[in-house]
């Protein structure tokens, strides 16, 4: 760990009650040097993918440090909550597929561990709130320097849950991807890497997969690309297939939403 301990905090808590700040709070009281990145507080509730991508395209530019991730619909269930080490970092969160995506983007899983050791963990642990009670204190103990063995025993990361892989096909004239993401602006972005966009010509075809008409789209690089009001299907920041609207928002014009299928012909 740096010599200035870091955490980052990625949830769905929003921003209209007090969750953040009390998770704010415990590290603050664990760890009083420790400086806290908030990456988002608004991931859609329970939306465990969108947490999961956010989490993964953002730690690879974030310092060394430890990573907590709370979308937790099964807060309070037999789901466990564990802390992973990887090269580039740790990872603090709920055993519900979120931190996997992450772990690779830092290098992959090194060792995990389950949060059970009480000295850990707030002396009286909600059933609803594991972001104050569980991940912040072992966030904030980690982020001190202390060892990720001492949090609970260790866990087989092949045990790990994991997300289902998005969908990905590739055809002749094209190919059809699962929807990974939508974000603030509307741009939808999909679960197909830039070497499937790179061979397609310069006009496009895109649209839910068996329905017509597709919709007519720039092969760009950026938004400007296409003309006011138009569409254009590039590679993003995250190295991935995306489709926008320069001027508006693709999601509306596609009505589409994050697990559907889109289809993107030449």
Same mark, same amino acid.
């Given at each position: 760990?740096?010599?200035?301990? =870091?955490?980052?905090?990625?949830?769905?808590?929003?921003?209209?009650?007090?969750?953040?700040?009390?998770?704010?709070?415990?590290?603050?009281?664990?760890?009083?040097?420790?400086?806290?990145?908030?990456?988002?507080?608004?991931?859609?509730?329970?939306?465990?993918?969108?947490?999961?991508?956010?989490?993964?395209?953002?730690?690879?530019?974030?310092? *060394?440090?430890?990573?907590?991730?709370?979308?937790?619909?099964?807060?309070?269930?037999?789901?466990?909550? *564990?802390?992973? $080490?990887?090269?580039? @970092?740790?990872?603090?969160?709920?055993?519900?597929?979120?931190?996997?995506?992450?772990?690779?983007?830092?290098?992959?899983?090194?060792?995990?561990?389950? %949060?059970?050791?009480?000295? =850990? +963990?707030?002396?009286?642990?909600?059933?609803?709130?594991?972001?104050?009670?569980?991940?912040?204190?072992?966030?904030?103990?980690?982020? +001190?320097?202390?060892?990720?063995?001492?949090?609970?025993?260790?866990?087989?990361?092949?045990?790990?849950?994991?997300?289902?892989?998005?969908?990905?096909?590739?055809?002749?004239?094209?190919?059809?991807?699962?929807?990974?993401?939508?974000?603030?602006?509307?741009?939808?972005?999909?679960?197909?890497?830039?070497?499937?966009?790179?061979?397609?010509?310069?006009? %496009?075809? *895109?649209?839910?997969?068996?329905?017509?008409?597709?919709?007519?789209?720039?092969?760009?690089?950026?938004?400007?690309?296409?003309?006011?009001? @138009?569409?254009?299907?590039?590679?993003?920041?995250?190295? +991935?297939? $995306?489709?926008?609207?320069?001027?508006?928002?693709?999601?509306?014009?596609?009505?589409?939403?994050?697990?559907?299928?889109?289809? *993107?012909?030449?």
């Amino acid at each position: 760990m740096s010599a200035v301990p =870091w955490i980052s905090l990625t949830t769905d808590y929003g921003l209209t009650d007090g969750f953040v700040a009390a998770c704010h709070g415990v590290v603050a009281r664990v760890a009083p040097t420790a400086r806290v990145i908030d990456v988002t507080h608004l991931v859609p509730p329970g939306d465990v993918r969108r947490g999961a991508a956010v989490l993964a395209q953002t730690v690879p530019y974030l310092p *060394v440090g430890v990573h907590v991730a709370v979308v937790d619909p099964g807060v309070g269930t037999a789901r466990r909550g *564990v802390a992973l $080490a990887a090269p580039g @970092g740790l990872l603090v969160g709920p055993d519900n597929g979120l931190l996997l995506d992450a772990a690779a983007a830092l290098g992959g899983v090194t060792d995990t561990v389950e %949060l059970t050791e009480p000295r =850990w +963990l707030a002396a009286r642990v909600s059933r609803t709130f594991h972001g104050r009670d569980v991940f912040a204190p072992v966030a904030a103990r980690l982020a +001190l320097g202390a060892p990720l063995a001492e949090a609970g025993p260790p866990v087989d990361p092949a045990g790990l849950v994991r997300l289902p892989t998005p969908t990905v096909t590739r055809d002749a004239e094209g190919f059809t991807a699962e929807v990974l993401t939508v974000d603030h602006f509307g741009n939808v972005q999909l679960a197909a890497p830039a070497e499937l966009l790179d061979p397609l010509p310069a006009t %496009l075809r *895109v649209g839910p997969p068996g329905t017509a008409p597709a919709r007519a789209a720039v092969h760009g690089r950026t938004f400007g690309d296409a003309p006011a009001g @138009g569409l254009v299907t590039y590679v993003d920041s995250a190295g +991935l297939v $995306a489709v926008a609207v320069n001027g508006g928002r693709a999601v509306d014009l596609l009505a589409v939403s994050a697990g559907d299928l889109l289809r *993107v012909s030449g």
